[in-house]
């Protein structure tokens, strides 16, 4: 005997797509389920309404759920199964999630997650491709989480450091960088992580000028370094100053663009 309609009133409104099964244990279909109750949207997945079908009859592909469903039905531990299931002239994939219910009715819900396996796939595959792409960087790169520790580390940013990713990972920013007298790196990034603003400045290492951004990470901050030294010959012995958001500060690494009193000189020489 079928359960009342009314039973699953709040299942006719659901917009994920739910059956209820009941195992047929004898007869020539045993093993299979047959099919009482199938809200609007599992009739819309299936393409049909499954009511009163024995439902791996009628859709051969769901099999593979076949044990795991009389596990459920046997424990009364819920599971969990993707599992494919024809639709037109395609094979879709269905996320079910099957549990016992009272009068040894299986309840079973199905979700066509398809695009959603698809594009955790390609940004699995594009997240690998731009790894490999910041890694290959000849430019230090390193992402700091939301407490300023290391989260990754490229391969010239290892160099910049002295220190290999494994030392570096999950070590504090200020303890493994302490950078030259003046570095603003780790007061930058405490106001990026702040205020969401991505910031540009100069940076000093002892024999090297760089152009630093450093912009909000989700979660944390990324930190890209650009070696300006060939462009900024005078500045290495003079302190740098504060760091402001914007185009990179005058005079820390000999200006935006070059030493203006250097280029005086120059243009009167030619004079």
């Known amino acids: 005997m079928s359960p009342p309609r009314h039973a699953y009133a709040l299942e006719q409104l659901n917009p994920e797509a739910f059956v209820a099964l009941r195992l047929e244990a004898t007869g020539p279909h045993a093993g299979d389920f047959l099919c009482e109750y199938a809200n609007p949207a599992a009739q819309a997945l299936l393409e049909e309404d499954p009511v009163g079908l024995r439902l791996l009859g009628a859709r051969p592909e769901l099999a593979g759920g ?6 459920v039905l046997l424990t009364g531990v819920p599971l969990t199964r993707v599992l494919p299931l024809r639709r037109g002239e395609g094979t879709r994939r269905v996320l079910t999630r099957a549990a016992r219910v009272e009068e040894a009715l299986l309840a079973v819900w199905l979700v066509d997650v ?10 699995a595959a594009f997240e690998e491709r731009m790894l490999s792409f910041v890694e290959a960087m000849p430019a230090p790169f390193l992402a700091l989480d939301p407490h300023l520790r290391f989260s990754y580390v490229n391969a010239a940013a290892e160099s910049w450091l002295g220190k290999g990713r494994q030392a570096l990972i999950g070590r504090p920013l200020e303890q493994e960088y302490a950078g030259a007298p003046g570095s603003t790196l780790s007061p930058q990034a405490r106001r990026v992580l702040a205020t969401g603003q991505a910031t540009r400045f100069a940076e000093r290492s002892p024999s090297r000028c760089w152009e630093v951004t450093v912009s909000p990470g989700d979660p944390g901050v990324l930190i890209y ?39 005086s000189r120059r243009r009167r020489g030619r004079d």
Do not use: N
Not at 114 to 123: A, G, K, L, V, Y
């Open 114 to 123: 398809t695009d959603t396996e698809r594009f955790m796939s390609e940004t």
């Open 66 to 71: 076949r044990s795991d469903w009389r596990q």
């Open 225 to 263: 370094l650009h070696d300006i030294t060939v462009h900024r010959p005078t500045a290495l012995a003079r302190p740098l100053p504060r760091a402001h958001p914007g185009p990179l500060a005058h005079g820390g690494c000999g200006g935006r663009h070059g030493d203006s009193r250097l280029t």
